[in-house]
């Protein structure tokens, strides 16, 4: 009889960047995610720009980069799915009113930074978006929903990629440590859960996404990326002060990576793949940059802008747990194969054991299993997965329901693969946060038709809707687990 761990944190992960809208409502200012423009699997979103000559244009958002004098900027005719979102901003109390329906424990949202500090660095935060936030917060505790805080989810303030570069500038540290005080000094007592940067090792394809660059070299992301795994251990300490039982961890993106084949080459590529995001983790969870990630620093001649003191906290702070997305697995090869998704990687192949969805993501019955017992065996710290999901192009019926049989058999698979990590392999789980619990906007693709929630949003592709809210059947479904503790699993 699967029998989860007593307090386990069952519940759903958002962020304000896809769910939270009123874009300039409340005295908040845009973040660098508000110039992405719509796109779809076919085509990649773009940030837009314009330059001091009124000239107009955009990039794609993982592989091209703004050009000096050009800063990002809206264009009248495109659509900006974020500035609405799915509208949590003026649906707080009905959304949470949901999730206590679904008996969640667990609430993982993000605070949008440049709500509290609009241009980033500001000295006093604005209150309005303090208290909006602390009205959630409390609402949340009226049903016993411990929310899970992301600090930073791809939102960097504008202002900052535009006067400083975003993250490549060292004065990030700073500002964040003053933000994240601001927040767990205002929240103390009603979070206890944070995130600091959501899915940190991505900031090696996206920097202007991740870590708000409008244009750098290679350099310019380790810089980025170090400056992020300070300021996080300054979020930690800053933490551990304010109040000792606030825990605060690291959010990686890691699936499974498999080699396809047995070619020694394929072997290779593969621990690549793996060392390339495992090392923020080395650093963040670890406490130690990995000695190749040294050495390679060495060989391209490049020398960090850092100080003894970075590594002292490092190494001092590091975060209290380990928190990962995983949706399914990849596979890679140094063969020719065929491509499974058009916008992975490269050396990604299709997976034949696999079943996909219309985007072309695997849909894998073992990989939290997998994941878990790979982190567990590298860092022997907590666990937590905050997002899982299964994105589907979701009709709402004349009933006015959704009748999601699919994503009943994605958790099912998923969350089974979980529990044998917990029960097999005696790994600690702190808990388990469905992606998009309720429909928001596809953070790849900006679509709303890639839907992942127990909730439907009445919303399309193009913002149009009541933007009511119907439950699937995989609420009910959820809501069952939640009560049983996971018990209905042993139905299936
Ligand atoms: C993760 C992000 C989320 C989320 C998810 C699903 O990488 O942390 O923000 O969106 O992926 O991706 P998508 O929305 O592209 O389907």
Not at 45 to 73: C, L, V
Not at 221 to 245: G, T
Not at 265 to 290: C, H, I, T
Request: hydrophobic content about 35%; charged content about 25%; glycine content about 8%.
């Amino acid at each position: 009889m699967p029998e989860f761990p007593e307090n386990f944190l069952w519940g759903g992960a958002t962020a304000a960047c896809q769910y939270e809208g009123a874009w300039n409502e409340g005295g908040r200012k845009p973040s660098c995610y508000d110039y992405l423009t719509n796109g779809s699997h076919q085509k990649m979103r773009t940030a837009t720009w314009k330059d001091s000559e009124g000239r107009e244009g955009f990039y794609n958002q993982y592989f091209e980069q703004f050009e000096e004098g050009q800063i990002p900027a809206l264009h009248l005719d495109r659509y900006y799915p974020s500035h609405q979102s799915t509208d949590f901003y003026h649906h707080w109390k009905e959304d949470i009113a949901l999730m206590a329906e679904l008996g969640f424990k667990c609430f993982r949202l993000s605070i949008s930074w440049s709500r509290i500090f609009p241009e980033g660095d500001d000295m006093k935060p604005n209150e309005e978006g303090l208290q909006f936030y602390e009205n959630v917060f409390k609402e949340c505790s009226k049903y016993g929903i411990e929310p899970l805080v992301t600090l930073q989810h791809f939102d960097v303030p504008v202002s900052l990629a535009i006067r400083y570069n975003g993250w490549a500038d060292r004065r990030l540290i700073d500002f964040f440590e003053r933000y994240a005080r601001t927040v767990m000094e205002r929240y103390k007592g009603l979070v206890k859960y944070y995130l600091t940067f959501n899915e940190i090792n991505s900031l090696e394809h996206t920097g202007y996404v991740t870590g708000g660059l409008l244009h750098h070299t290679k350099e310019d992301l380790w810089q980025a990326a170090h400056n992020q795994l300070v300021a996080s251990a300054k979020a930690v300490k800053a933490a551990h002060e304010i109040d000792p039982a606030i825990m605060v961890g690291m959010m990686l993106a890691y699936e499974p990576i498999y080699a396809a084949t047995c070619d020694p080459k394929d072997q290779l590529l593969l621990m690549e793949r793996n060392r390339s995001r495992l090392w923020f983790a080395d650093v963040q969870v670890g406490g130690f940059y990995p000695a190749w990630r040294k050495r390679l620093y060495q060989k391209h001649g490049f020398q960090l802008n850092d100080t003894p003191e970075d590594y002292e906290l490092l190494q001092d702070y590091s975060a209290d747990f380990l928190s990962f997305s995983c949706y399914g697995s990849s596979a890679v090869t140094t063969h020719e194969m065929e491509v499974g998704n058009a916008n992975a990687m490269p050396n990604t192949v299709k997976n034949p054991y696999l079943e996909t969805n219309a985007w072309g993501w695997s849909i894998d019955p073992d990989v939290l299993r997998i994941a878990l017992n790979q982190l567990y065996d590298r860092y022997h710290k907590p666990l937590w997965v905050v997002e899982n999901g299964l994105g589907w192009s979701d009709e709402l019926s004349e009933d006015r329901h959704v009748h999601d049989s699919y994503r009943i058999s994605y958790l099912k698979k998923n969350l089974s693969s979980l529990y044998q990590a917990i029960d097999e392999d005696a790994i600690p789980v702190l808990g388990y946060t469905v992606w998009g619990w309720i429909d928001l906007v596809s953070a790849g693709t900006g679509e709303m038709k890639k839907r992942y929630g127990l909730v439907y949003v009445d919303m399309d592709d193009l913002g149009q809707g009541t933007l009511n809210r119907y439950r699937k059947d995989s609420f009910d479904w959820y809501r069952d687990l939640i009560a049983s503790n996971g018990k209905i699993l042993d139905n299936e």
